[in-house]
């Protein structure tokens, strides 16, 4: 596996045209390196999602290249991108996007049953994950009966049961209290972060920067 | 795949108050559109009872007859000349005709009186009480017992009722395939005392009926009838003919077909509605999943399958109920004129996969124009 995980050079993103043009990512670059747990911060509006977004193969930059594993993914078509996504990278997302019709289990199964694994074969090993997480005593019930921060947990099992190479993480403390988030975070620096993982952190919560490898900062739309 | 569709399978079934609502929606627009037609089937079907129960294989009549019950008399010569067309097994008169009978308590019925030939008795039902020689007995009548038969007071054999005020007698009780639809009791007597009691016009003859020598006869003679200025058809064709007569010249046809429309349209509003709102409501988890690699074509394949689940469901629900219905009611009345048949069943298919498909596609576009990176906007 190369030691860099994701390179990026020349980033330009911007949405609308003329006077409603508004610019996310002004020639934006970046290294991150396998083992490394790469914090994007900075203020509202600065870019920082639209940078994860685009270095994750969701948004196409206007102008740059992306290169994930020595793989440019923005000259992937649209099914080999998504083939890319769910095989490559697990995200979490800031409001956990979990599915309240289906139980815990389930909901962190869905990576691998997108990958065509066996419905029973997928349960067993996401109960696996949720014991990763501690969450295995609550694998039959659904999302909506488990508190804020065991939501997380199981949004972070979700996204690791496919064992990616990539995690991103979208403001993981976000929806938190300051202690839950300051321990799911250490939770994922302690257990999550190997020397074959590159995690992205999008983040303005400063009491978690001691879990980061390196802080990218950024300001409308540059890395600072 | 299979995955995936267990995976839509568990989204859609486990939010039960949307589901129940799809179900309900779908099951009872089924439910509608297969009793609407089924009753108009059942209708068609015993509009032409005269036509089933006689079960003649040919039918001669007068050129504009529309219908069974408006028959225009024929002369005798029709009869002497089928009967010596080639390829003609044997023809009979069928005198076919309403009357007005006189019961012992005084009140007046109408009826419909059947006279079948005096020597063959073709086209006689089957008995159920008495013996069908006497028939010939002096006023003797062989009365029905269908869902009309109460209105003759339930008469058994010996009963005595007036017809033009002539005696008949009740000489015998008997079964028939299919009642009639127009909720007149019915009375079988032969041809010639038929046309004695009851007042007619100079012609008398209602229907020649004919037994082809040979089924490749029937073209032949049909032509030959033609010929003599009248016509011929076949069983099928006289209940086809019975059939479109109700549905283009009555208005029952287009009635029931606004009917079936108002049930459809009733159908595709509340699924498509319901299936809408659920689709909405899930629509930021079928972005995650999009987010987490999920193609188009997948998704599409959950959104397709839950539809279409949604609607085989619904429509062997509705179907199970009409066909519950249907017998409940016959277990009422057993001459109940509704029928399920296969050309129903297959117009509430094809309807409820258009509200399956119509729902579908409105949720399909909400999807696949929905991007990941709007799920990371929040």
């Given at each position: 596996m190369p030691a860099v995980a994701i390179k990026a050079s020349g980033l330009e993103k911007w949405f609308g045209e003329g006077e409603a043009k508004t610019i996310a990512l002004r020639d934006v670059s970046v290294e991150t390196e396998f083992g490394e747990m790469v914090y994007i911060v900075g203020p509202s509006g600065s870019g920082k999602t639209t940078l994860l977004s685009v270095l994750s193969g969701i948004l196409k930059p206007n102008s740059g290249a992306v290169s994930v594993e020595g793989v440019d993914i923005w000259n992937l078509n649209a099914d080999q991108l998504a083939d890319f996504r769910l095989h490559k990278i697990g995200f979490v997302f800031q409001d956990f996007h979990l599915f309240p019709r289906l139980n815990t289990a389930e909901n962190v199964a869905i990576p691998l049953i997108l990958r065509k694994k066996d419905w029973n074969e997928s349960i067993q090993q996401a109960t696996k994950f949720l014991d990763i997480v501690g969450l295995k005593e609550r694998a039959d019930l659904p999302p909506m009966k488990l508190s804020g921060g065991e939501q997380q947990r199981v949004a972070i099992a979700r996204a690791m049961v496919g064992q990616p190479d990539i995690l991103i993480m979208d403001e993981p403390t976000a929806s938190l209290d300051g202690d839950t988030g300051h321990t799911i975070v250490k939770f994922v620096h302690d257990n999550?972060?190997?020397?074959n993982r590159c995690i992205l952190v999008v983040t303005h919560d400063s009491r978690i920067y001691e879990f980061a490898t390196r802080i990218l900062k950024m300001e409308d739309g540059r890395l600072m | 795949m299979k995955g995936m569709l267990r995976l839509a399978y568990k989204l859609l079934v486990n939010d039960r108050a949307k589901f129940t609502a799809l179900l309900v929606g779908i099951t009872f627009a089924v439910f509608l559109m297969t009793f609407i037609t089924s009753m108009f089937m059942g209708v068609l079907n015993h509009a032409s009872a005269t036509v089933i129960n006689i079960g003649a294989s040919m039918w001669v009549m007068d050129t504009s007859v529309q219908a069974i019950t408006s028959s225009i008399g024929m002369p005798d010569y029709v009869l002497d000349a089928v009967r010596s067309m080639p390829g003609v097994e044997y023809a009979v008169p069928l005198y076919s005709g309403g009357a007005l009978v006189k019961l012992p308590d005084g009140t007046y019925q109408a009826v419909t009186v059947v006279g079948l030939d005096d020597t063959s008795l073709f086209g006689r039902p089957t008995l159920i009480e008495g013996n069908i020689e006497d028939i010939y007995a002096e006023n003797g009548f062989i009365v029905v017992a269908d869902a009309e038969y109460a209105k003759m007071e339930k008469p058994h054999i010996g009963s005595e009722f007036e017809l033009n005020d002539h005696r008949g007698v009740v000489v015998g009780v008997a079964k028939v395939t299919v009642s009639g639809l127009f909720g007149t009791p019915t009375l079988y007597t032969t041809y010639y005392r038929a046309v004695q009691y009851i007042p007619n016009p100079r012609y008398t003859i209602s229907y020649v009926l004919v037994q082809p020598k040979s089924p490749s006869d029937i073209e032949r003679i049909k032509e030959q009838v033609n010929q003599l200025g009248y016509l011929a058809l076949t069983k099928d064709e006289f209940i086809q003919k019975n059939a479109a007569y109700y549905v283009f010249q009555t208005g029952g046809g287009t009635n029931i077909l606004i009917m079936t429309l108002i049930s459809f349209i009733v159908g595709l509003s509340v699924s498509g509605q319901t299936f809408y709102t659920f689709i909405l409501e899930n629509l930021e988890r079928f972005g995650a999943l999009k987010a987490i690699g999920t193609k188009n074509r997948g998704l599409v394949s959950m959104i397709l399958f839950q539809a279409a689940f949604t609607a085989l469901t619904g429509y062997g629900l509705g179907v199970g109920l009409c066909t519950v219905v249907i017998c409940l009611a016959k277990l009422r009345l057993a001459s109940y004129a509704a029928m399920i048949i296969y050309p129903s069943l297959l117009v509430s298919f094809v309807l409820v996969v258009i509200i399956a498909g119509l729902s579908s596609y409105v949720g399909v576009r909400r999807v696949l124009r929905i991007e990941p990176f709007d799920i990371f906007r929040g």
């Open positions: 999550i972060l190997t020397g | -």
